[in-house]
């Protein structure tokens, strides 16, 4: 069974090391100010040439309270108004950029993050959506992924109503925990009565698939609080759960200077917290899929990665990883071919920049042939748990033994200590390994050893 975990504590201890989620590879970390516009308009070309199929992703930055545990860029403001300056510059934005695309590709991804997307007005996003639409090739027939991050305390009946007229059929709803006394360490408080009404709503509407994100590791939660908050998510029924370890940087994120250290769990009560939500998740019947991510049997997610399609972008998990993906928005990243670019993170350069009618790209990276080959060899790990050496022979004309030779003895070592099946002709990770199976990809990562990892999160 794909799904399958073993958990092994002595081998979570000794490969439990700071590294990269691997969005992209290469990560983020790369990107460098020498890309900008010049190149982006040039992947965009040859996006139009092989009439690419799009996702979109929109960046709404703004929030009307601070969520202390928040490292996502984001606008406090208690001022709606501060969105109408921004809506008017990420108006032109998407114009400037369909206009190097071809009308018949067709937008098979759509998502608005942030921030609170709902924070805007029902007009607000009328008019996004519709300008969206103008521009884009987005489809009317509701067979596209198009979704939307919902805070339940910002939206109602007649806010999921409106999405679902807009075309929207997927909703990520963020939760985090349940427990007054986290949600009061980490100054969201969110009723369960609140975030049922919006899944309710969202179930009566028909949109096609609810994901919710939890959180360990919070100020005041313990093994047994979480494992509450985790029952009544189950009874909840989402499709899909992200159940993310928080990863406490105060040094690079403000809002985490406001959170007790003292208050943390331990790590060993971490690791508790994590190994019951597994057993407390697959008694009810989800698969595991990766990287935090759990999804009922009969979702896509689950569906692509038994039949080996899974793939991995900016957005996470995907079934549509073969599409160029075009960050719209402040601190927003494209995808598209070889090419990496995002967009300052600044939102007074960004709209400024626009306001100039000039894109807002501050850097990015252009894959080389060994970057495109490390990420093959990463994105099928992380999505299927295995690799075959032929499948990449052919696909870059390498001898893999050969090419990544000096890897062989780290790739050895974890096979001795059950965390892979190594033989020559595949890497299959094993039970025990698919909790770790970041720390496999790190093994074929060029840039690691340049890296601070002090930049990243634990692998649990």
Known sequence: MLDAIRWDTDLIRRYDLAGPRYTSYPTAVQFHSQVG????FHALRDSRKALRPLSLYVHVPFCANICYYCACN?????????????????EQEIQLIACHLDPAQKVEQLHFG???????????LRQLMAHLRKHFNLLDDDSGDYGIEIDPREADWS????????????VSIGLQDLDPAVQRAVNRLQSLEETRAVIDAARTLQFRSINI??????????????ARTVEEVISLQP?????????????????????NGNELPSPAQKLEMLQRTIEQLTAAGYRYIGMDHFALPDDELAIAQEESTLQRNFQGYTTHGHCDLIGL???AISQIGDLYCQNSSDLNHYQNTLAGAQLAT???????????????????????????????????????????????????????????????????????????????????????????????????
């Open 329 to 331: 928005g402040v601190s």
């Open 159 to 170: 806010t999921m109503g409106l999405l679902r007229e807009l075309g929207f059929n997927r």
């Open 114 to 124: 942030g921030g609170t997307p709902t924070f805007l007005s029902h007009d607000e």
């Open 362 to 460: 501050s850097r990015g990276l252009v894959c080389n042939a060994d970057d495109r080959l490390r990420r093959a060899v990463i994105q099928q790990l992380i999505c299927n748990f295995s690799l075959d050496f032929a499948e990449i022979e052919r696909s870059f004309n390498i001898d893999f033994q050969g090419y990544f030779g000096a890897l062989w003895p780290q790739l050895q070592g974890m096979a001795q200590d059950g965390l892979i099946e190594l033989d020559r002709e595949r890497i299959t990770v094993l039970p025990a390994g698919r909790l770790l199976v970041r720390s496999v990809c790190m093994v074929f990562d060029a840039y690691l050893e340049q890296q601070n990892r002090q930049r990243f999160s634990r692998v649990i």
């Open 37 to 40: 516009t010049f190149d982006l």
């Open 213 to 226: 994100d939890l959180i360990y590791g919070l100020p005041k939660q313990t093994p047994e609080n979480f």
């Open 239 to 259: 499709d899909r759960l992200s159940v993310f370890n928080y990863a406490h940087l105060p040094e690079r994120f403000m809002p985490q200077r406001r959170i």
């Open 74 to 90: 984001k606008v406090i403001t208690k001022d709606r108004g501060r969105a109408l300056p921004y809506l008017q510059r990420l």
